[in-house]
């Protein structure tokens, strides 16, 4: 399968914890990555492999998979979090990428 | 620090290639995946094709057809070509490089390339 599936929009109080999902059967055999994304700007990578996060990017960003689903968590919710964010995975041959719909997040 | 930097013309005619070309600031661009995703105007990310070493390169599906994606080491950049251009193109290009040889996750981004498709 080659579809990811992701809540358009989602918000979240300041401080608060939020978890941002994403679904696809790709999701079994591929970790995602996810990514941020400012507006105006060029994505951020956040979150890759198993959990792991590139230097610079706090660890109030951490992400969980359990089957086909990815979830993406952000613990104390900040006004910059403000932003639209993308989960990205191989189909199930390996050779293609593909990119979640975005959700946008507004705190 | 990584930075990606990216260049090509901003405005392409109906029909005509469009041409972007991306490289690594003090650094060589063998020995990584490069990817290239494009985003339409208010639109999400698009995956449009990579390139690593040792497997060579992928393609999206509904753009195989019109894509080239190249590695010039003599030039130390990659460059990616799209023929037949219509205004559905338009859009932001970005390139990004993996970190290691070994993996494909688009770690470094370059600034993104606006291109308008028109006459």
């Known amino acids: 399968s080659s579809e990811l599936t992701q809540d358009p929009a989602v918000s979240v109080a300041l401080g608060q914890t939020v978890r941002l999902t994403c679904q696809g059967d790709?999701?079994?055999?591929?970790?995602p990555s996810w990514f941020q994304q400012k507006s105006g700007q060029a994505p951020v990578l956040l979150v890759f492999?198993?959990?792991e996060r590139p230097s610079g990017i706090p660890d109030r960003f951490s992400v969980s998979n359990a089957g086909s689903t990815s979830s993406l968590t952000i613990t104390g919710a900040r006004a910059e979090d403000e932003a639209d964010y993308y989960c990205?995975?191989?189909?199930?041959?390996?050779?293609?990428?593909?990119f979640g719909g975005g959700t946008k997040l507004t705190v | 620090q990584v930075q990606v930097q990216q260049w090509g013309a901003g405005l392409v005619k109906p029909s005509e290639t469009l041409s972007l070309s991306c490289a690594v600031s003090?650094?060589?661009?063998?020995?990584?995946?490069w990817t290239w995703i494009r985003q339409s105007p208010g639109k999400g990310l698009e995956w449009i094709g990579e390139?690593?070493?040792?497997?060579?390169?992928n393609y999206n599906p509904s753009l195989k057809s019109r894509i080239t994606i190249s590695l010039d080491t003599s030039k130390n950049q990659v460059s990616l070509s799209l023929t037949s251009v219509t205004a559905a193109d338009t859009g932001v290009f970005y390139c990004?490089?993996?970190?290691?040889?070994?993996?494909?996750?688009?770690?470094?981004w370059g600034q993104g390339s606006l291109v308008v498709v028109s006459s």
């Open positions: 492999g198993n959990n």
């Open positions: 990205s995975s191989r189909d199930t041959t390996g050779k293609i990428v593909f």
């Open positions: 390139i690593a070493p040792g497997r060579g390169t």
């Open positions: 790709s999701l079994r055999s591929y970790f």
């Open positions: 003090g650094g060589l661009v063998n020995g990584y995946c």
């Open positions: 990004a490089r993996s970190r290691y040889s070994f993996d494909s996750t688009a770690h470094y």
